[in-house]
């Protein structure tokens, strides 16, 4: 039987111990849980304030930091002050109780307490009291015997001089020297009184007479630092708000002079070059600012300058800006070339100021050139009345026909226009070609010209010389690939300067 209940009582235990342990798996797993919320909670109110903080204007944010950090070291100047100031008060206090005290244990008080005359006790105790010590709310003296035998309120003694709990009286009469304990509302200071005797054998000894002892206020004694906290954090929330409000304003030209370089950072985007940023300052602003409009005038004068370089260079220079070989080489590729002139320009001319001839040239130079780029060719260059333009691509040669045609059809559109109005007209002759040339530069080291030469571009240049006002002259080598868009007349074959035999040519119709 004894068996069974030893192991019942095992079993038991067993038991327990698997309930605990369960017990304490779920209880770890809640704490985990709970863990892992509160954290999580933590960091989604941080990432909150972060996101907020981030969104915040530049003048809040150094408004902020800067204050924060103001505040931040005045609290932490403040507080350092205030324990300095503390322990300050606390060792002066600590000095005008032991002198009262040791005063209330002079060598009157001892030898009263000796002779059991209370009554001049009473009298030095008072003597205290009307000194008025700001603080000090009452003195007492106590004799061996653990009574009050006197106090700067009469009414404790008169009545009864038991005025101390049996567990202070057991306390008092324990003490061997000056003794401080802190109550909830005021610092109270024992000096144990004895007095010097010897015994039969002669020796010196002390005899325990009683305990004097003081009360001092707690809040007489702290109001200084009460005052001084208060006069501190004061001035904490003014400098603070004066240091935010300093910075709120002061950072208002920073972030204006900001906001106008975003300002015309968008402009610049949206394609305004007439920005020009105003430098009000020397320091890292102001140099942004000026770089800023260097920028710009840079920008203006490249973009200006883009007006006198052939798209064909800008292609050039785009597609070996950041190669690593600095010099650019020459290709031999097919293109299509067109050449036009105007007809008559020199009787044009002189009969015509200066003024009108360029007035009028650019008319219709201009509208070649938008008719060109409409067809993905590009100007490579005005000479004088002459342009060249070059055509690539995988359509070029149809492009190059409907040009050349757009150009005459534009021109004679325009000149009815002009010649209803009484207005100066003029006409072109147009030589296109196609066949292999060289694109690559031409000149000396300092001044190159990115173009296209070879005998391709010799051939369109003649058959422009040959087209009269209106015509469209090309080989008929690329009429036969182009005649299924336009009928052409075979004009024959002339004679090409530099060819020893002559070149066939039709004109287009158009």
């Known amino acids: ?44 109110i ?11 204007p530049l003048r809040r944010k150094l408004s902020i930091i800067i204050g924060g950090v103001v505040f931040i070291v005045i609290v932490v100047l403040s507080l350092i002050f205030q324990q300095t100031e503390k322990r300050l008060l606390k060792s002066k206090l600590e000095e005008i109780c032991n002198l009262t005290v040791q005063y209330l244990s002079s060598w009157d008080i001892k030898d009263n307490l000796l002779m059991d005359n209370y009554d001049d006790i009473k009298v030095s105790v008072l003597y205290i009291k009307q000194k008025n010590i ?53 610092y109270e200071y024992y000096y144990p009184i004895f007095a010097m005797s010897k015994d039969a054998s002669g020796q010196k000894k002390d005899v325990f007479l009683g305990v004097a002892g003081i009360g001092f206020s707690k809040d007489v004694a702290l109001a200084p630092i009460k005052e ?12 603070t708000l004066g240091s935010i409000l300093g910075i709120y304003f002061l950072s208002d030209r920073m972030v204006k002079q900001i906001l106008e370089l975003s300002e015309g950072a968008r402009q610049i985007g949206r394609g305004n070059l007439n920005v ?51 010099s650019i080489t020459s290709q031999n590729r097919e293109v299509a070339l067109l050449f036009s002139d105007v007809r008559d320009f020199s009787g044009f001319a002189q009969h015509h100021p200066p003024e009108i001839v360029v007035e009028v040239v650019n008319v219709y130079l201009d509208l070649q050139a938008r008719i060109i780029e409409r067809y993905d060719g590009a100007v490579d260059k005005f000479m004088g009345d002459q342009v060249m333009a070059v055509f690539e691509g995988m359509h070029r040669h149809e ?12 021109i004679a559109d325009l000149n009815r226009t002009r010649l209803s109005e009484n207005r100066q007209i003029l006409t072109v002759g147009i030589g296109i070609n196609v066949g292999h040339a060289v694109i690559g530069n031409i000149g000396s080291k300092d001044r190159m010209d990115y173009t296209v030469v070879g005998d391709a571009v010799n051939l369109a240049s003649r058959f422009c010389d040959v087209a009269k006002s209106g015509q469209i002259i090309t080989s008929f080598y690329l009429y036969q690939k182009i005649k299924p868009l336009y009928p052409a007349q075979n004009l024959g074959s002339i004679p090409i300067k ?13």
């Open 1 to 44: 039987m004894g068996i069974w209940d030893k192991d019942g009582l095992l079993s038991a235990l067993r038991k327990f111990s698997t309930w605990m342990s369960d017990k304490a798996a779920i209880f770890s797993r809640a704490i985990g849980s709970f863990y892992q919320r509160l954290q999580e909670k933590f960091f989604s």
């Open 228 to 239: 001084a906290k208060k006069i501190i954090y004061t001035i904490a929330i003014l400098v």
């Open 134 to 186: 700001t603080g000090l709310d009452y003195a007492w003296v106590m004799n061996r015997k653990g009574e009050c035998v006197a106090h700067t309120n009469i009414a404790f003694t008169e009545s009864d001089r038991n005025y101390f709990s049996d567990e202070q009286k057991q306390f008092l009469l324990s003490i061997k020297d000056i003794t401080q304990r802190e109550t909830e509302t005021h």
């Open 399 to 410: 492009n190059l026909v409907e040009a050349a045609v757009t150009i005459q059809k534009s």
């Open 276 to 326: 020009k940023i105003s430098v009000t300052s020397n320091d890292e602003l102001g140099q942004l600012a000026r770089e800023f409009n260097n920028m710009v005038m840079h920008l203006k004068e490249k973009l200006h300058m883009q007006k006198f370089v052939s798209p064909i260079t800008r292609k050039m220079i785009k597609r070996y800006l950041f190669a690593n070989d600095e």
């Open 498 to 510: 530099g060819r020893d035999e002559p070149v066939e040519i039709c004109e287009i119709q158009y």
């Open 46 to 56: 941080y990432a909150y304030l972060k996101n907020q903080f981030v969104s915040f």
